[in-house]
C-alpha cells in the first residue's frame, strides 16, 4: 500500500514537472523577437516582391506576419505594390495616375501579375499561421489617403479579417486616420519622429521604427513597454 502510495505522488510530480517546464518553454517562446517577412518572402525561387506567392511562401514557413504595400490606383483601386513609379512598356508610370485595368497588365518578375488588395486578401484568408502587415503608402493628397484608408478597411472587415491584419504607415495622417475610422485596429508609425508617449495619445498600437531611430534613443523602448506599447524594428 505504501508502495503503490509512492509511485501514484511519483507519477503526479513527474506530471507535473513537465507541465511547470512546458508552461515556462510557452512563456519563453512568446517573449522571443517575432519575424515579419518584409513584402512578404519573395528571396526565394518562385516568388517576388509584394507577389501573392511571396505571401504563401511567408505562411509556409510560419513567420509571426507578412508585409505588404498598397496604392491607390488613378481609378481608385487599391493596388499592391512597393513603389509608386513602376516600368511599364519602357518607360516609368506613376502608380497613382494609372487605371488599375494597365497596372492588373504589369507581369511581376515571377511572372504573376501586380494583385489587387482584393485579390491578396482573398488568399491571405486561406493561411493557416500568419498575420498580414499592410503598409499604407504616403500618397501626394489628404484625399487620396482618407480614400485609401477607408477602402482598405471596408475591404479588410468584408473578409471579416480584423483580428489577423496590422497596418503601418509612414503617414502621420494615414495614422490617426486608421484610427479614428477603426479604434481596435493595431495601427504603428514609422517614420520615428514621435515618443511612445505621443504614440499612445493617438491611440497607437505601438512604434515601428529604423533600428538607427532606436539607437538614437534606446530608452523609448522601455517607454513604450510601460505604456503597453509594442516595439518594432
Not at 7 to 22: A, D, P
Not at 29 to 49: D, E, M, V
Not at 72 to 84: Q, Y
Not at 185 to 212: F, R
Request: glycine share 4%; proline share 3%; aromatic share 8%.
Amino acid at each position: 500500500l505504501l508502495t503503490l502510495r509512492f509511485n501514484k505522488t511519483s507519477i503526479f510530480m513527474k506530471k507535473l514537472f513537465i507541465l511547470l517546464n512546458l508552461f515556462i518553454i510557452s512563456q519563453l517562446l512568446s517573449a522571443q523577437t517575432q519575424i515579419i517577412a518584409h513584402r512578404g518572402f519573395w528571396k526565394t525561387s518562385g516568388s517576388a516582391q509584394n507577389s501573392i506567392s511571396a505571401l504563401i511562401k511567408a505562411d509556409s514557413i510560419a513567420v509571426y506576419g507578412s508585409e505588404m504595400d498598397v496604392w491607390l490606383s488613378a481609378d481608385g483601386v487599391p493596388m499592391v505594390n512597393h513603389d509608386d513609379s513602376i516600368f511599364f512598356n519602357g518607360k516609368k508610370i506613376s502608380v497613382q495616375d494609372t487605371d488599375s485595368k494597365v497596372l492588373k497588365s504589369i507581369i511581376l518578375q515571377n511572372g504573376e501579375p501586380m494583385p489587387t488588395l482584393k485579390e491578396y486578401l482573398k488568399v491571405f484568408k486561406k493561411t493557416k499561421s500568419i498575420k498580414l502587415i499592410i503598409e499604407l503608402k504616403k500618397h501626394r493628397t489628404k484625399a487620396q489617403e482618407d480614400e485609401l484608408a477607408k477602402k482598405t478597411l471596408r475591404m479588410v472587415n468584408s473578409f471579416c479579417l480584423q483580428n489577423r491584419v496590422e497596418y503601418i504607415s509612414f503617414g502621420l495622417n494615414f495614422t490617426t486616420k486608421l484610427i479614428h475610422l477603426d479604434p481596435k485596429a493595431e495601427v504603428y508609425y514609422l517614420n520615428g519622429d514621435l515618443s511612445p508617449k505621443v504614440m499612445k495619445e493617438i491611440g497607437a498600437s505601438g512604434i515601428d521604427y529604423h533600428h538607427s531611430v532606436i539607437r538614437k534613443n534606446p530608452e523609448w523602448i522601455k517607454e513604450a513597454h510601460d505604456l503597453e506599447l509594442k516595439v518594432n524594428v
